[in-house]
Structures are given as C-alpha cells and as structure tokens.
C-alpha cells in the first residue's frame, strides 16, 4: 500500500508558479524526475507509489501512461514558457517499474523533454529496472534512445532473502542483467542491495556485496530494509511470522557495505550511496541535495523549482483524470522561505530529529561506557525511514522527510550527538570536508578525505578518522 502524501496549499488549475519562481529557473541544475506507476506485482516491503495492473482504475493503463507523461509536460513547457532552462541536466526515470512500459514509450517521453527544454550535451538519463523487465534488445533500445545510466534492482544473493522480500526474479539475474546492460553501451550501471531482510546472515551480504563488484558496475545503493507500516512484511512481522530487522545488524551491514565496497574501489559519497569514479556518482541524486531545480513528471512526483516546491496528485487515475481536463496534476505545494532553502529547512529538521533520537538512546544506555553501539543501537527500537537514499525528495515516494536507519545508526555511534548540524546529516558519516564546511569543533586536524581516511574511521584511535566524533565498531 503506497504511504501517504503531505499536506500543503493548493496548486493553481493551470499549474502556473509565482515569478519569483520562474525568474530563479536555470540559476542551478535543472533535472527532470519521471514516475513510472506500475509493477507486475508488489515486493512484500514495497510501499512506493505503485500499482500492478489490478490495481489500476478507469482512465489508467500503462499503454496510455507515455502520453499522459506527455501532456503533463506540455502543461510545464507552458509554465516555465517564459523562463525555459537553459537545459536539463539529469533525467531520472523512477518508480515502480518504468521498464514495464515499452523501449519507445520510454524513448517517446525522453524525446519530448528534449524538444521541450534541451538536453545538455552530457546528460545523464537514468532509468530504473526489474532485473526480469529487461533483455539484451530492450537494453540495446534504451542505449539507442539517448539513456546512459540504468539502476537494477537486484536486492541480494541469497535465494531464501529474495523469497521473503518477495522478488520475482531469481538470484543471479541482476549481476547477469548488469552485465547485459554493460554490454549493451551502459557505461553507468548500478544495482541496489537491501540489508537487514530477516533470514539473511552476514555471509549471505557478504555474496551479495561479492557479487555487485564482480559485475563491474560503477555504482552501488544499499539500503537498509525499512518495515514500512501498511505493507505484507510489516503484516507478518505483526503476526510474528518474521523477525523485526535488528539496527545493530543494520549498523554492521552497512559497515560491512563500506569495507567491501571501499576495497574493491568504491567510494562512499552518499549515505547509502557508492560509486567507483566521481564521473559514477548519480548526478540526479547530488541536484536533490544540492537545492536543484526539477519537474517531477507522473503520478505522486515531487518537483522543485525556484523556492516552490510541490507534489502531483496520487493515483494514476486521478493523474489520467486532471490531465484529460486540461488541468495541472499538481494537489498541493509550499513555498520555501529563503532561510529553509530548498533542503535546509528539510535538513535542519533531520537533524534535529537524529538529535532527539541519538538523547533517548543515551537516556536508555547505561551511562558507564559511553554510547556503546551495538548496545544503544539495539536499545533505540524501531524508527521508520525512507529508503530511496537519504535525500529529502525522494521523489516518487511521496512522504515525508523521514531519517534513514543509517543515518540514525550513525547519530546514535556519535560521540556528541548534540552536536549533530544538517551538514551530518547530508554527509552521513561526516567526512572531513563536510565537517569543515559546517565549522564542527570536532574536525579531524588531517586534511584530504579520500578512502584511506574512510578506512581508518574504524579505528579507535584518536587521530586521523574521517570524524573523530564517530566511534570505533567494537570497543
Ligand atoms: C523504486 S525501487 C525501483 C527498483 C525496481 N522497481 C526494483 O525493485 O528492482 C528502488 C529501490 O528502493 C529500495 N527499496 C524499496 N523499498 C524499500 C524498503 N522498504 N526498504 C529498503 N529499501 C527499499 C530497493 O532497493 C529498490 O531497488
Ligand atoms: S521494490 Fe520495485 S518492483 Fe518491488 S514493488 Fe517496489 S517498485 Fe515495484
């Protein structure tokens, strides 16, 4: 069951946006974000804005999606008519399962945002995809079609992990459909992993983490598994069918994800984000945390453009409805203030949340040791998160900017949680330039971050971490 959207003011019938806002177009990044609405069945975990061909009611239907996706940019075309950006930058086709529609929708709707507003010369277009959704010739299509980028959603190695997170493709398929993607001119491809699923042990990560570097891709999500309230999983960890997901468990994933990753060449740049080469990070991704302009597209997408920021009305048919009334798709939007920026005010609250949350779990801990990880971790019980990456837009998601696990797991090993700023959020495991920009008293007197710094944030020595303020993993 999709979560629900937040609550604003009202958008204007006709989509228009203040001319404060327009006027600011084309001053950052301009990035196009396309929600893809459909899925041949719902993963147990899933509550992203999706529906599977049951689901979907009267003026709703995949082989009328790309024309939709269609109107709805015209209608944008006319907003931002009299500030066009100077050219998109990044195009991110997200979902459900954009590869459930047909090669030449997808190539029809990146056309349409080329004729619309320009394509920069070096855009990056992604697309995300099922591992079962794609062969070598739709691949092939997609290359063709202008996409350079493909994000596969491959989970993990382990058949008995991808049973209970109900995936439909067998293990193998996403590092062999990676390689596909490879061969098909894809020099950017990605695959996401999911940790924490229960019945998975570290050996089992372990393969999964083996398996995405022997693929060669240049990119690598790993998300710790959220149990989100309304879904299958959360109904049968109610019943007591599965265990709940354990944070400490969680924590040494993800610094399982960073040994490995960081090993075979990866670098961490994002919260649950790696890539091999800086050229590999997804540019997409940075424009939502950079304050980035973009037009969300589709049903549920949240756009951003100039200090406004607002979110398309849920359901495909409602979508199909307001779009065949000539009316803007668009239900509600707020208007940033220019102290909250695009993110900061998103982020502030983040942070102040992981601040709250780091205080209550010091208040349970024993007050002895200091903030002893795994033993504050487990006591910290379960806090929802967001699993499209921490960044405050998620934007297919349509929720509220909720912290991730990791970033509570990581507040939590913090040595002065209250000192926590916005700039940690972001960073995550507040590197040292991140701490530099935001002045922490705690910055590493060593300059240059890099992987040699990364690794030594496992140490416990006092000198020479990324961030002195985050703890060793065992003490
Ligand atoms: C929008 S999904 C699209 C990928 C594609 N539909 C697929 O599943 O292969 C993007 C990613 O979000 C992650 N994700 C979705 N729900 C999650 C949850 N409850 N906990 C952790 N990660 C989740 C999965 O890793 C998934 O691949
Ligand atoms: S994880 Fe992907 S395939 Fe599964 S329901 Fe969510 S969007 Fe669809």
Redesign the pocket.
Known sequence: MPGVLPEGEPVPADGSLPATATRAVGARGFGVYVHVPF?AS??GY?D?N?YTADELGGGASREAYADQVLAELALAGRVLGDAPPPRVDTVFVG???PTLLPADDLARILDGIDRTWGLAADAEVTTEA?PESVTPESLKSLRAAGYTRISL?MQSAAPGVLAILDRRHRAGRATEAAREARDAGFDHVNLDLIYGTPGENAEDFAASLAQVVSAGVDHVSAYALIVEDGTRLAARMRRGELPYPSDDVAADRYLAAEAALGEAGFSWYEVSNWARTPGGQCRHNLLYWTGGHWWGLGPGAHSHVGGVRWWNVKHPSAYAKRLAAAQSPGLAREVLTPRRGAHGGRHAAVAARLRAAARRAGRRGSGRRGPGPGRRAARFGRVRGRPGGAHPARPAAGRRGRARPAALILAVRCRRPAALTPACVVGGRLPRRALSAAGCPDRAPRSGPGRAATSRTRTSSGSGRACPRWPSRRR
Do not use: A, E
């Open positions: 899925c719902r993963c899933c992203f999706t979902g459900g399962t099922n959603g």
